[in-house]
């Protein structure tokens, strides 16, 4: 599940899901196909006698229904972003009502894609076909071609252009919300932390000193227990601190980067974990960061609560964005609630304009998945 209003963008489908919807929707094209083209041209030819009206208005009734069909599958099978389409409610007759869907931009939309899915669909018929029988096509050539039709899906049949900016500017407005709250529980976490730990331990070392100071020149071995005392005290303050600094921005994330600290993440693990980096040239720190408790916070979740024997970890890195990605072979069912863990990652995600996409069905496998863009 992502935030509704997060910018549409189509992510690599499964192969069970792609073959499926390439078998499964050549049919429902082909009659799609026909009966438009067919109640179109009929219904123009015939518009004179006035027999054709009402064939245009059910054929136009045919491309909403196909359209709103088309996204349904995609989203299912593709897992393809396609909110419903926004139509207002128009009031009037039979006629008043034909007439703007004439007029709405979203008919002629979902025309042009059953128009043009048609003759993709007869190829990706083809290679669903032989995807059931050659693996390394089912493999690696099949979700390609679900991307694709997935990316087409969302640009004919996802919103128009005034409302994708009009859920862009929401996104970004939910998101910097968002962001000053993680960043004010983090605040608040910090100094908790401060006055809990180190704080306690130096005004405990202060007084430990102040006490020494009294016995001076009266009891020298009281003031050596003194400061022994004094000196564990600081000792243990400075670790403290160490660990506090570690929570902000892990110092071996700083020095060597995200491969490193993340591959030290998964070896404290209790299910193994398969680490890929590849995010040359390297992103900002902030990127980074997210990045690193994004994977620590999903790793510890898995353990805790997925029953999953294996994990795997893979980072990579776009023209714009890091792509962090956890799967693990758990029972599934993790989702976005408000005060969990996913939740707390989402709202640190936004801090950046990240995303946070998450696919648990019941049985797993779980994919959790961070969009995280390198410019703002």
Request: charge should be positive; glycine fraction near 10%; proline fraction near 6%.
């Amino acid at each position: 599940m992502t935030d509704d209003r997060a910018p549409l963008e189509q992510s690599r489908p499964g192969v069970v899901g792609t073959i499926a919807y390439m078998i499964l929707g050549f049919p429902l094209r082909l009659a799609a196909f026909i009966l438009i083209v067919v109640g179109l041209v009929v219904g123009a030819a015939t518009t004179v006698i006035w027999v054709g009206m009402p064939l245009m208005m059910f054929t136009t009734s045919l491309i909403r229904g196909f359209g709103n069909v088309e996204r349904r599958f995609a989203k299912r099978m593709l897992r393809t972003p396609l909110p419903p389409p926004r139509r207002a409610p128009v009031e009037g007759g039979i006629v008043r009502r034909w007439r703007y869907r004439l007029v709405d931009p979203t008919t002629w939309r979902d025309l042009g894609f059953v128009l043009l899915s048609f003759p993709i669909s007869i190829a990706e018929f083809a290679i669903g076909i032989a995807a059931i029988v050659l693996v390394p096509v089912a493999v690696w050539v099949a979700p390609w071609i679900g991307w694709m039709h997935g990316s087409l899906a969302i640009a004919l049949l996802g919103p128009d252009k005034a409302e994708r900016l009009a859920r862009k500017a929401q996104h970004l407005q939910a998101s910097r919300a968002r962001g000053v709250d993680a960043a004010e529980a983090e605040r608040r976490r910090i100094e908790r932390d401060l006055h809990d730990g180190a704080q306690q331990r130096l005004v405990s070392v202060a007084m430990t000193l102040g006490r020494a100071k009294n016995k001076l020149g009266t009891d020298p071995a009281a003031v050596r227990a003194l400061l022994e005392e004094a000196h564990t005290d600081a000792k243990l303050a400075v670790s403290e601190l160490r660990d506090l600094a570690r929570g902000i921005y892990p110092a071996v994330l700083g020095d060597r980067g995200l491969d490193a600290a993340l591959s030290a993440q998964a070896a404290k693990s209790p299910v193994p974990v398969d680490v890929s980096v590849d995010v040359d040239p390297r992103p900002p720190a902030a990127v980074e960061s997210t990045a690193y408790f994004v994977v620590g916070e999903t790793l510890t979740n898995i353990a805790k609560h997925s029953g999953a024997s294996e994990a795997a970890v893979k980072v990579w890195r776009t023209d714009d964005k890091v792509i962090v990605e956890i799967t693990d072979n758990g029972h599934g069912g993790a989702e976005v609630r408000s005060g969990g863990g996913l939740a707390g990652l989402a709202d640190r995600s936004a801090t950046i304009d990240g995303v946070i996409t998450v696919v648990s069905p019941a049985g797993g496998p779980t994919v959790i998945r961070a969009d995280l863009p390198c410019t703002w």
